[in-house]
């Protein structure tokens, strides 16, 4: 190159020689050309460096870098780049994504109209199992704008990434930012540090980065954020917390941007470990309440004070070393689940999650379910708990063992009418099921669901559904999800029209049961999934490629 570029994209990868062309390749075809694209390899073992010698001999915009030992992180690489790049705009890009065509254009254009010290665009999230995509953090993008000051919109330090932005190289050599070695979770150190530094910040509308989720990838090829089943991953996401707050106190920032700090790291990272606690072992919350109580404690009133009541539970059950009920209430997350009891404290007037009540302070506050009001709230909102506790098949008929606690008492001791539901692609099938008392506020029932009566689209359907479990009062109803054994054996039954169906636990979240339905053969691969989607044309294509 015979001028300097404007734009330095730094390309990290660590044996990914299958990918790191695409990546590449998405850098080459932006419409913004004065650029350098740096790889930086973290000391690949595969064919990533025969790669990267190979793409550099076809573009004279490539350069590549590749450290002596492997740093097990994002942030070496990255910051080797940083010292050799030699445009006056960064950006940072991972082997494993892609840009879009316009990014660079689009966030050089934003700098060149403002004084921002960095720009950001919106990402775009894509599955790799059923290319669905949508937007990261969307409300954030809604509008364009400049925001003078991480105080003027702190709500900010919830979108951490690094490579959606495009930063001044003067702005990071002014602060001497850069990123920590030796830590995962760079990027929301680096990014709460830049925020934080930043007189100003631009936000553009447009995607500016595609980021490729696997969610069902293995646990070894897994993303760090996706290997929370390591307690070494939760002491990194608490120390770089640690780190942000200590900044943040250096920095003098205000109240509100701690708060919004706590806030999200409650309602976000917290969060995240707490959807998969009846899927971890009771040893393992132990040593994962022993990592975080000691810190949640010490985050500012005013955040937990937003957080929702169900994972105020689980914080407060955590607190309390009721470990194995942790569990229990961190299976209702996000779906309204009942506990399977209440007990309410004569003294105070209270009404607590569970059968104990709770000793110390901070866990009263959380455990607390009075606002809800189990036993006087309107029928439609009452949260009901149905548990799936045994399930047996034979050929395509399913028989659900199910037990409802109903913690408000709002059931009559008497059996109870109740249906189950399940409707794939808008077409619902109903199971009747009766509920017979099996104490205090306590059903029990079976349902038989058979699997190949169930109806479908007249095109097909691809895709997954839950069964809900509906029961009344007789004038107003609740519907509420089936918790599935987290252990049962997934297995595989002959459905209509050629269909494959699939039983099986959810695998993260509540773990409700799941059912999945595959068309057979080419065509049905093709039509099912975009049928649904009302997208004719992309099945022309496909077939005209085919």
Known sequence: ???????????????????????????????????????????????TPDVAAALAAKDDRIRVLRLEQNSGGCSAPRNRALEIARAPFLMFLDSDDELPPRAVELLLAAHRETEADFVMGAVERVRTDTGATTTWMAPLFGHRRTVHGIAEEPRMLFEPLSTNKMYRREFLDRHGLRF???????????SAQAYTLARAFTVITEPVYRWYIAPHAAREAATISNRRHLMSNVRDRIRIARLIDAFLAEQGVPAAVREEKDFKFLSHDFRLYAG???????????????????????????????????????????????YEEA????????????????????????????????????????????????????????????????????GAVVELAVRTYDPGLRLPLAPQPASLHLAPGGRRTTVPVRL????????????????????????????????????????????????????????????????????????????????????????????????????????ARALVRG
């Open 276 to 322: 998969d606690l009846p899927h971890r072992e009771p040893a393992w919350v132990a040593g994962f309440a022993a990592e975080t109580v000691p810190y949640l404690d010490g985050l500012c009133a005013a955040a937990h004070e937003r957080l929702g009541r169900d994972e105020r539970v689980v914080i407060g059950l955590l607190r309390e070393g009721r």
């Open 180 to 190: 920590p070695e030796g830590l995962h979770y760079e990027d929301q150190l680096f």
């Open 327 to 394: 569990r229990l209430a961190a299976r209702g997350l996000g779906h309204g689940v009942g506990p399977r009891r209440t007990v309410t404290d004569p003294a105070r007037g209270r009404i607590y999650w569970g059968g104990t009540l709770p000793v110390g302070a901070a866990a009263r506050e959380d455990l607390d379910v009075t606002e809800l009001d189990p036993g006087g709230c309107p029928f439609g909102a009452a949260r009901f708990r149905h548990e799936i506790t045994g399930l047996v098949h034979a």
């Open 1 to 47: 190159m015979t001028t300097l570029p404007d734009v330095t994209v730094t390309v990290i990868v660590h044996n990914d020689a299958a990918r790191l062309p695409r990546a590449v390749a998405s850098v080459r075809a932006q419409t913004h050309r004065g650029l350098e694209i740096v790889i930086s390899d973290d000391h690949s073992t595969d064919a």
């Open 436 to 539: 017979d008392p099996a104490g205090r506020g306590v059903f029990e029932g079976t349902a038989r669901l058979d699997l190949s009566a169930v109806a479908l689209p007249v095109h097909g359907f691809w895709g997954v559904r839950h069964p809900v479990l509906e029961v009344t009062d007789g004038r107003t109803s609740s519907t509420g999800v089936l918790l599935a054994p987290t252990d049962f054996t997934p297995f595989e039954v002959a459905g209509p029209a050629r269909h494959r169906i699939t039983v099986e636990p959810e695998g993260h979240g509540a773990g409700r049961l799941q059912v999945r339905w595959r068309p057979a053969g080419t065509v049905g691969r093709l039509l099912a999934p975009v049928a649904q989607r009302g997208a004719v044309r992309r099945v």
